[in-house]
């Protein structure tokens, strides 16, 4: 396990081939946390040949996944947006990694309640998505015919990421990636390495935490939390901004 410097990132890939821009993507993001102090566990779900088929909980496998997001203060998962989500074998390393008594369901000993939205397994961790769209950028916005970026990633974001604790950064959004070319790759990883320079400062996505204050007792918001406001935007601390 890595020691605890709070520089410790476990990046997650999810891409089947080793000759593509998001491996390019990859090997730049990591290289800018190296040269900035982080130690970086690279997993490499399809090199590794990860098994994502969620049978019987547990497993060896299951168990060493579990030590190296233990190990992480970042973690980063990095993928190419495929109908609206991610690849299956990233999926599937959720559906298995993130346990029941591990990553949720974990009791406080003091209430007896369980830990979640904005508590949970995976608390004290910062969490980004990187991911790769062929769309032009403006079709994934509020106006834009793919949505808002965090409505796409509201499951991700909101239901794993926070669910189990931890913090949720805005994802990163490389689009338009068809057909790029040497110059946009570049253009591509210096906007991804600049990002990363600031990452362990970088202020999350401040979703309200699931408090008597802010939900009542069917786990819907208050009638004055966020009046007027519905989906995802009524679960934030203040408006989300709007385009």
Do not use: C
């Not at 990553?103 to 369980?114: E, I, L, N, Q, W």
């Not at 965090?150 to 490389?174: K, N, S």
């Not at 966020?226 to 934030?236: D, F, L, T, V």
């Amino acid at each position: 396990m890595a020691e605890n410097t709070g520089k410790n990132a476990l990046w997650v890939f999810a891409h089947p081939r080793q000759d593509s821009l998001n491996a390019v993507l990859r090997d730049a993001g990591v290289s800018e946390l190296r040269e900035q102090g982080w130690t970086v566990d690279v997993g490499d779900l399809y090199r590794e040949g990860f098994d994502p088929v969620l049978v019987d909980e547990g497993g060896d496998d299951v168990r060493a996944e579990q030590q190296r997001l233990l190990a992480a203060d970042l973690l980063v998962l990095q993928f190419p947006l495929w109908w609206y989500g991610m690849p299956a074998i990233l999926k599937g390393w959720i559906d298995r990694v993130f346990e029941r008594g591990f990553a949720y369901d974990v009791v406080d000993p003091a209430t007896g309640r369980s830990r979640k939205y904005g508590d949970g397994g995976l608390a004290r961790r910062r969490a980004l998505a990187v991911v790769t769209a062929g769309d032009r950028p403006a079709s994934i916005s509020p106006r834009g015919i793919s949505g808002d970026l965090e409505d796409i990633f509201w499951p991700l974001l909101h239901g794993t990421f926070f669910y189990t604790g931890m913090d949720a950064l805005t994802p990163h959004l490389v689009a338009g990636v068809h057909g790029a070319s040497g110059h946009d790759v570049r253009v591509m990883s210096d906007g991804l390495r600049r990002r990363l320079r600031a990452v362990r400062g970088e202020e999350p996505i401040p979703y309200l935490p699931m408090t008597d204050d802010h939900y009542d007792h069917s786990i819907a918001l208050h009638p004055h939390i966020a009046a007027g406001e519905s989906g995802g935007r009524a679960h934030r601390v203040g408006p989300l901004p709007r385009a």
